[in-house]
């Protein structure tokens, strides 16, 4: 308020002296003989306007009165209906060409349909392979869809969908670009918490200091005035924080850490609140004496903050004795909220006799669940033969899976798994053993050209661009030459796949080698079909991303893959086409 009061009184000064030099340059004009009667004519005029003018100065009064009393509202609401008003502009990260795909993708297709699909697909664990495409059919800049879904309904998906991938760098990189963290105040709130949560605050502060637009959300007008005082540009936050509480904000909580933070008040505040990771983070940087205690319910973006920023050291006094607070600690390991090594450091400080350690396999039944499972860590780290080890380790993984917490014996046991020989594991474990151990990403396997099968010899590099039109069918007609005088080979489905992507392309395949690949296709489902035959390629992308679900597109039948590229070339979507026949095609080793 200091600041705007300020402000006011510099402005009616500059103003006052404008008045006094525009007053002094009228006094020494020359006057004009000529002008005298009709400037007279102008002063009586004035005069009589004026004496009108006066029977109505209560009311003017009254009005301006009013005026400066709505002001506060008339400006909150205008700012509300410009939002509103504000026509949802095209966004999103990918040009419709980068994929062969276009800005009226979504627009043939029905509201009621797509709020089906994308609630099935919320359901699943997608796979990279689906999560790739539904990025693509999601952040290519379109029209949103019209009939039966509003395009406020249409951004919450994206929203939902973004937020459940939480991939942060595709995140931001969507809010900044098209500086959209108003209109996804959700999506931005789990941004700048998830880096803050992780002791990151510059990361925080540099995304929404990206943000250009005015800020309505009073969550996120928060996170930015607090940035602006912790890049120590007091000046403007003070600005923007007069602002808001002039426009109605009101929040004492934060008004007394911020006030706290720019140096209003000595004063600390000891309130500790847990609504918000942001309220929570102001404790912790307005108190120089700090101290938190988690509960086995406190949120687990809290324990992670705590976890991050060394809060937790009091854990680190922990005696074995505590079995809830260890109990508290293997809950917020398996949250991802607490170091899992520091847990199986924690185990080995038990103590146990020879003759449980002997004896674990009937020892860890006779103690409390914790007990048994530092019992039977100890003595995987005592344990050198390997199947005996790989025993143990299932025996341990099981007792964490039985409390409902298994993924707090995961990193730990990846390691244990990595030291051992594939070819040396008994049959009776190698479920367990390939369930768990991390399999190399058939991605970063070579491709190997096998050039006796059609589907995977050196013509697939057409889907690279590397042949030209006249060079694939020159070549591709030789190659059939030759396999028809192969009365051994038969056509696969995946060679079928591969030329009628060609012929899709219109590549040219002579009419004698047609017979070749006449065999049974796949059906396509109907209701794909239908959204092909409306050129639907927004909600066709949708319903390819259920049908491949959480399997990985090298593992997929291929019926199904027959019917996924099928649906591509009807739709001549040809470059995300390619990128998933480079993917089912080749043989990789």
Known sequence: MKILRSLSKKISQILFGLFLIFNVYAEEQPVDIWNVDKEKEKEISK????????????????????????????????????????QIKIIGLYDPEDYSLDMNMWLPSDGDQLKSIFNKINKINLSEDAIEIMNIALLTNAYNPKKNISDK??????????????????????????????????????????????????????????NLEPIQDEYLSKFYIYCLVSKKKNDQAQIIYDLK?????????????????????????????EKTILDFHLAHKTNPNFVYEPKEKTDKIIWRYLSSSNLLTSFQEIDTSELDKISTIEKAVNNGNYPEKDLFELYKRFQFNISQLLNVENSFKSVTNIEGRALIYQKILLTSDMVQKLKL??????????????KAFDLELKKFLAEMDPLEIPDNLTSFYYTNIKLINEDEKK?????????????????????????????????????????????????????????????????????????????????????????????TLLRIVEVIGQDELERIDEDTIFFIISALNQLNINILRNKILLKVLPLKV
Not at 249 to 270: P, R
Request: glycine letters at 2%.
């Open 447 to 539: 491709v190997k050209f096998n050039n006796d099968i059609l589907h995977q010899s050196k013509l697939i590099n057409y889907f690279n661009g590397d042949y030209s039109q006249n060079k694939i069918e020159k070549d591709i007609n030789n190659y059939l030459k030759k396999i028809k005088k192969n009365k051994k080979y038969i056509l696969s489905k995946k060679d079928i796949i591969f030329l009628d992507s060609l012929k899709a392309d219109g590549i040219q395949i002579e009419k004698k080698y047609e017979d070749m690949h006449e065999i049974e296709k796949t059906e396509m489902p109907t209701d794909i079909q239908v959204m092909i035959n409306n050129n639907e390629k927004g909600a």
């Open 245 to 273: 509480k002039e426009l109605g904000f009101k929040d004492k909580y934060f008004e007394k850490k911020i006030e706290y933070l720019l140096g209003y008040t000595s004063k600390v505040d000891t309130n500790v609140s």
């Open 153 to 210: 309904e249409f951004l919450k998906y994206k929203t939902e969908w973004l937020i459940k991938n939480a991939n942060l760098n595709l995140i931001e990189d969507y809010l900044v670009k098209n500086q959209v963290f108003d209109l996804h105040p959700k999506l931005s709130r789990f941004l700048l918490d998830y880096y803050l949560a992780n002791a990151n605050l510059n990361k925080s502060c540099d995304i929404i200091l990206k």
């Open 393 to 406: 380790l299932k025996l341990l993984k099981d007792s964490f899976k039985k409390d409902k917490i298994d």
């Open 47 to 86: 005069s009589e306007t004026e004496n009108n003018n006066q029977e109505n100065d209560n009311q003017i009064s009254e009005s301006s009165i009013y005026k400066m009393q709505s002001i506060k509202e008339n400006t909150k609401i205008e700012l509300e209906e410009n939002l509103k008003a504000q």
